[in-house]
């Protein structure tokens, strides 16, 4: 496999595809729209084969362990299962996605069955004014529905909240009391400074020691090891519920990220904090490929984590 030359001995392991820049919700993090505003990207949808014969090309090359697949809204993407499928028969079983679950309820059982092994399902409240608060939408109950027709399918779930200071900071507790009451792990998130946020991150900063001073009000917890290359860090309360916090201004995870980004015009991304695509057409020789790769692990962070000014719609959470 490809030798990559970084100071921090990092490699590229798992694939991140963002599959389109289309989202069904408006969430404030993503987007500075308005209300009645669905983030629409007017561009055809790149075709399944085009996303596997990159896969193919990088796998080759990197002996890829994960692929998650991402938006936008992926569930939006109208060859997903094409895509699960294809990169399953390509010897990569660790088939992820990360969706807002607006659509999955119907979706669930057939993504399931085209391989998919989990699924992180962002959800900012349980409280439907909040919800609304945060995505533009309303029907709050159509995410919760689809959380629950994912784990009857059998897909390992986890969900994704996005905590912001003055927005949904009060949503900490009954986030993590909803997900222990259906026995699924439970990921905070400091806001990123991204898109119309980068510069601007830190007036809604709600820190790692906010989020667990909040919930040391109503728990005991203690920090579980953190796994190579993990994004968050965990803990488990006293009644059992495991929840993680991806602190990405508190406590980064750049020195060990083995992450790799495609978008859905061909170009990989060896770091959100790098918003300069490098163009891959997957009609390269290994030696070019090799040389875009070595340039996408040029971009990677040493150590601290500072957002770009591209979107997250882009390029996917």
Known sequence: MLELNDKYGRSFKTLRVSLLSTCNLGCIYCTMGSEDEITVDRKPQASASSFLNTIGKLHAQLGLKTIRFTGGEPLLYRELTSVIKGAKKLGIDDLK?????????RMALELKEAGLRSINISLDAVDGDTFFQ???RKQLDRTLRGIEEAINAGLEVKINAVIMKGKNDNQVLPLLNYASKMNIPIRFLEVMGMGHLFGKGDQYLFTQQNMLDVIATRYDVIRLPRKPSSTANYWQTNQGG??????NDSEPFCKDCNRLRLDAEGNIYGCLSNNNPIAVSGDEDSIQLKDKLQ???QQKQS?????????????GG
Do not use: P, Y
């Open 97 to 105: 996605i990360t969706s807002n679950g607006f659509l999955l309820e």
């Open 134 to 136: 945060m995505t533009r």
């Open 242 to 247: 495991v929840f993680g916090i991806i602190a």
């Open 295 to 297: 340039q996408a692990m």
């Open 303 to 315: 150590l601290n984590f500072v957002g770009s000014e591209m979107s997250m719609m882009h390029i």
